[in-house]
T-cell receptor, first 112, second 112 residues
Framework: DAGVTQSPTHLIKTRGQQVTLRCSPK?????VSWYQQALGQGPQFIFQYYEEEERQRGNFPDRFSGHQFPNYSSELNVNALLLGDSALYLC???????????FGPGTRLTVL | GESVGLHLPTLSVQEGDNSIINCAYSNSASDYFIWYKQESGKGPQFIID?????DKRQGQRVTVLLNKTVKHLSLQIAATQPGDSAVYFC???????????FGKGTMLLVSP
């Protein structure tokens, strides 16, 4: 049973560029949530997707956007990258309505 | 805003000891709590969860205690092993919202 997968593992970008991160949820899950984890901090909720729509959003600017595909996989897009966007980006999947979320290995984004 | 916090940033124990990691939460509306283990370079791994209608739940070598009166959560690890060394996060959520709010984490160091 495949768990949550994310790609790429690592990414280096420069300020002002745009980035797309990808996530495939655990088998049987239809809901994907994205979190940002700065070094030494706990993950912070960005947004959640279900049925290809953004259902909930945390306190992140519009530069952060997402998408969910019919196969439940998801993308996180960040535009106009800032140095402060450097972090580990985590994807978590769950069944809609369930509380337990399972995390992927994350994508380490470095903005220079 | 309201958040979950941890009392001890680092906990050092000897192999075979019992470990206790504490967490305080401030959102009285939270009714679901979860502990994650995060090893270096990896995503958070589910350990155990508990709902607010319970005060104790046991898993394999782990026990979570919930004290709603003082808004306190703890994770007990029996017979701690070197492989338990990691950062441990508690997180809380509210039914119907399914977004997790994390604290900063506690690093557990287990010496052989």
């Amino acid at each position: 049973d495949a768990g949550v997968t994310q790609s790429p593992t690592h990414l280096i970008k420069t300020r002002g560029q745009q980035v797309t991160l990808r996530c495939s949820p655990k088998s049987g899950h239809d809901t994907v949530s994205w979190y940002q984890q700065a070094l030494g901090q706990g993950p912070q909720f960005i947004f959640q997707y279900y049925e290809e729509e953004e259902r909930q959003r945390g306190n992140f600017p519009d530069r952060f956007s997402g998408h969910q595909f019919p196969n439940y996989s998801s993308e996180l897009n960040v535009n106009a990258l800032l140095l402060g966007d450097s972090a580990l980006y985590l994807c978590a999947s769950s069944a809609w309505g369930a509380d337990t979320q399972y995390f992927g290995p994350g994508t380490r984004l470095t903005v220079l | 805003g309201e958040s979950v916090g941890l009392h001890l940033p680092t906990l050092s124990v000897q192999e075979g000891d019992n470990s206790i990691i504490n967490c305080a939460y401030s959102n009285s509306a939270s009714d679901y709590f979860i502990w994650y283990k995060q090893e270096s370079g990896k995503g958070p791994q589910f350990i155990i969860d508990i709902r607010s209608n319970m005060d104790k739940r046991q898993g394999q070598r782990v026990t979570v205690l919930l004290n709603k009166t003082v808004k306190h959560l703890s994770l007990q690890i029996a017979a701690t092993q070197p492989g338990d060394s990691a950062v441990y996060f508690c997180a809380e959520s509210r039914s119907g919202y399914s977004t997790l709010t994390f604290g900063k984490g506690t690093m557990l160091l287990v010496s052989p």
